[in-house]
C-alpha cells in the first residue's frame, strides 16, 4: 500500500464479484437433486428403524403391547427350571433393548405359534445332543410390566423360556418363538439380570451375617 491509497479501502474487492463466476441451470438442479435424494434418504432411515407392531399387537393384545411400551415398573420373576431371586429391571439401563426385542414383529418366527403354555416346555426332559453330551434344562422366567403410578394400563405378564427362546402370555394362552438371532441375546440380557440379582441377595446374606456376628 503506498501513502496515497486509503488504508480503508479492500484491494481485493474486485474479487468478490467476480463476473466470471457463473451459476448455471445445471449446478442449480444438481443442487436441488442432492437436497431432495438427503430428504429421501432420511424418511427411509426414519421408517427403516421405526418398530414395525401389526404382527405383534395381533399376538400379545393392545394392552400388553402398550405396558411394553409405557410401563414404568418392571420386574423379572423366576418361574419351573429358574433359581434366583425376585428383581427389578426398572432402572435398568438395558430395557429399552429388552422393550424393542418384545415389541419389533421381525423378531419373531410366527409360523411356530401355538395353541400352548410355554411353562409347559419346561416339563419337558433334557435330551442329548449328537455327541451324546446332555441338553440345557429348559428354564422359564416371567416379565412383570406395570404402571402403578399412572394406571393406564393393567399389568402385562409374559413368560420366557430362555433355552429354545419361546415366550407367551402368562394366561398359557398361546406361545411363539424368536428369531435365531434375537434368542442369544434375549437370553444373554435376562442372564446377567438373573445374575444381578443372585449378587444382591448373596450381598444381603453377607450383611446379614456379619450383622449377627456384631450382636453376638
Do not use: C
Amino acid at each position: 500500500m503506498n501513502e496515497n491509497e486509503s488504508p480503508a479501502v479492500d484491494p481485493h474487492a474486485d474479487k468478490y464479484n467476480d463476473p466470471r463466476v457463473v451459476v448455471t441451470r445445471t449446478q442449480v438442479l444438481a443442487l436441488v437433486a442432492i437436497v431432495v435424494v438427503g430428504a429421501i434418504a432420511a424418511v427411509v432411515s426414519i421408517y427403516a428403524r421405526k418398530t414395525k407392531l401389526e404382527k405383534t399387537t395381533k399376538f400379545w393384545g393392545p394392552d400388553v403391547i402398550t405396558a411394553i411400551q409405557l410401563g414404568d415398573h418392571v420386574e423379572l420373576i423366576p418361574g419351573p427350571g429358574a433359581d434366583f431371586s425376585q428383581v427389578e429391571l426398572t432402572a435398568f439401563p438395558g430395557l429399552g433393548h429388552l422393550r424393542k426385542a418384545l415389541l419389533e414383529e421381525n423378531h419373531y418366527q410366527w409360523a411356530t405359534v401355538e395353541d400352548f403354555s410355554v411353562e409347559a416346555l419346561a416339563d419337558v426332559p433334557a435330551t442329548e445332543d449328537f455327541a451324546g453330551e446332555p441338553n440345557e434344562q429348559p428354564m422359564v422366567v416371567r416379565l412383570e410390566f406395570s404402571d402403578p403410578h399412572y394406571k393406564r394400563v393393567p399389568p402385562a405378564l409374559i413368560d420366557v423360556e430362555l433355552i429354545s427362546g419361546t415366550v407367551g402370555p402368562a394366561d398359557g394362552s398361546q406361545r411363539v418363538k424368536v428369531t435365531d438371532r434375537v434368542r442369544p441375546a434375549l437370553r444373554h440380557q435376562l442372564g446377567l439380570l438373573m445374575k444381578v440379582s443372585e449378587m444382591r441377595y448373596s450381598q444381603r446374606n453377607h450383611a446379614a451375617n456379619e450383622e449377627a456376628a456384631t450382636k453376638e
